[in-house]
Each structure stands twice: as structure tokens, then as C-alpha cells.
Antibody, heavy 123, light 111 residues
Framework: QLQLQESGPGLVKPSETLSLTCTVS??????????WGWIRQPPGKGLEWIGS????????YQNPSLKSRVTISLDKSKNHFSLNLTSLTAADTAVYYC??????????????WGQGTMVTVSS | QSALTQPASVSGSPGQSITISCTGT?????????VSWYQHHPGKAPKLIIS???DRPSGVSNRFSGSKSGNTASLTISGLQAEDEADYYC???????????FGGGTKLTVL
């Protein structure tokens, strides 16, 4: 059974860079054609799609509202994909989820989710 | 402001049916059948309950159903149960520079 697990710091300082990793178990990140995704939820707010990366690691999409600060990468050898978010502010405080969609299209629904990791941006 | 518009809250009594709307545009909800719905209990991961407008993943109760008319998608929950109390989010593919969009979420209260 496919499982995803986010990992990273729970507390980061303003202006610093957040690095999160999503480790995939129960399946190979590169054996199937999926757009692995990152989604976040700020406290008291709704879900926000951050971006997605294709299984080949070559195609990525980012939310334009974050695009200049977001880098998503994929490491086949470690069976994980990562999110880097630069120039952090308090507005980036959120629960960050990684997820895998049902199918191969960027618009496919996410059917497998990690448990989420809370990230607080504060000095 | 979310790309898709949902009511902030809905409520219903056990056994009743409720419907949550999700309004977008012809560039997202209205143009494609890639509308999905998620149930989100606080502290847990979102759970996919409807994909591609009306498809229920294996294991999801048939009390949940989805539909779409024009630029508005809908989630109907019949036979409300206490365990249905949660936040519900719609999502859609969008032929814009933001290909994945979510609604602002709807809090369902079971009275």
C-alpha cells in the first residue's frame, strides 16, 4: 500500500528557506507517471495547491502566487520528492501535505496523502 | 481569495441530505470533468471522496454523490451521520497558469 510521509523542520525563521521532503513507501516514485504534489493549509484557512512534479522529474508546475519562491525536485534513488520555499514570512505558516494523484494528468484528484507536517515561521 | 467559490458553512440533522456547491468558471469547473471533492477532519489528511465530478473511490460511502451543471459542481451527502461533520473542499483542473485550484472549503455541521 502506497504511503507518503513528509519530513522537515517544524520551525523556521523569517526570510529563511523551508526544505521539506516527502518519502514514498510501498511503491516507486518513478515507475508510474504521476504528478506528485504539494498542498498546504494555513491555520484557519483552506487548502492551497503549491505545485507538482512529474515522475520523470523533468516537468513541474507551480502556483503562480508562489512560483518565484518555489522549487520542487525529485530524487529517484531516494524515492522521495522535495519542496524548497524561499524568503519565508509568517504567511507561510501552514500544514504542508504531499500527495499523489489518481492518474497521470496534472488535474487528476489526489487520492493518497501524507499525514501533513506543521511548519511555523517565527523568529 | 480562492479560485472556486463554496459556501462557508452548511448544516443538517442526522438522516437529512445536504448539498454543497462549488462555483467556478468555464476555464475550470465548467470546462472539464476534473472536479474532485475532499473530506477533511481537523488534524487528519484530506480524504478524496469524489473524483471526476461523480466517481466514488473504492471504500467511499454511496451516501456521497457528485454532479455538475455549467460552471457549478455539487456534492450531496444523504443520510447525514455525525461522522460526516468535517470540512469539505472542491478542486478542479484549470486551464490557466494555476492548473490545480481549490475552493475555500465548507464546514458541515451535523446538528
Amino acid at each position: 500500500q502506497l504511503q507518503l510521509q513528509e519530513s522537515g523542520p517544524g520551525l523556521v525563521k523569517p526570510s529563511e528557506t523551508l526544505s521539506l521532503t516527502c518519502t514514498v513507501s510501498g511503491g516507486s516514485i518513478s515507475s508510474s507517471n504521476f504528478y506528485w504534489g504539494w498542498i498546504r493549509q494555513p491555520p484557519g484557512k483552506g487548502l492551497e495547491w503549491i505545485g507538482s512534479i512529474f515522475s520523470s522529474g523533468k516537468n513541474t508546475y507551480q502556483n503562480p502566487s508562489l512560483k518565484s519562491r518555489v522549487t520542487i525536485s525529485l530524487d529517484k534513488s531516494k524515492n522521495h520528492f522535495s519542496l524548497n520555499l524561499t524568503s519565508l514570512t509568517a504567511a507561510d505558516t501552514a500544514v504542508y501535505y504531499c500527495a499523489r494523484p489518481l492518474g497521470q494528468l496534472i488535474g487528476d484528484a489526489f487520492d493518497v496523502w501524507g499525514q501533513g507536517t506543521m511548519v511555523t515561521v517565527s523568529s | 481569495q480562492s479560485a472556486l467559490t463554496q459556501p462557508a458553512s452548511v448544516s443538517g440533522s442526522p438522516g437529512q441530505s445536504i448539498t454543497i456547491s462549488c462555483t467556478g468558471t468555464s476555464s475550470d469547473v465548467g470546462g472539464y470533468d476534473y472536479v474532485s471533492w475532499y473530506q477533511h477532519h481537523p488534524g487528519k489528511a484530506p480524504k478524496l471522496i469524489i473524483s471526476e465530478v461523480r466517481d466514488r473511490p473504492s471504500g467511499v460511502s454511496n451516501r456521497f454523490s457528485g454532479s455538475k451543471s455549467g460552471n457549478t459542481a455539487s456534492l450531496t451527502i444523504s443520510g447525514l451521520q455525525a461522522e460526516d461533520e468535517a470540512d469539505y473542499y472542491c478542486s478542479s483542473y484549470a486551464r490557466t497558469n494555476t492548473p490545480v485550484v481549490f475552493g475555500g472549503g465548507t464546514k458541515l455541521t451535523v446538528l
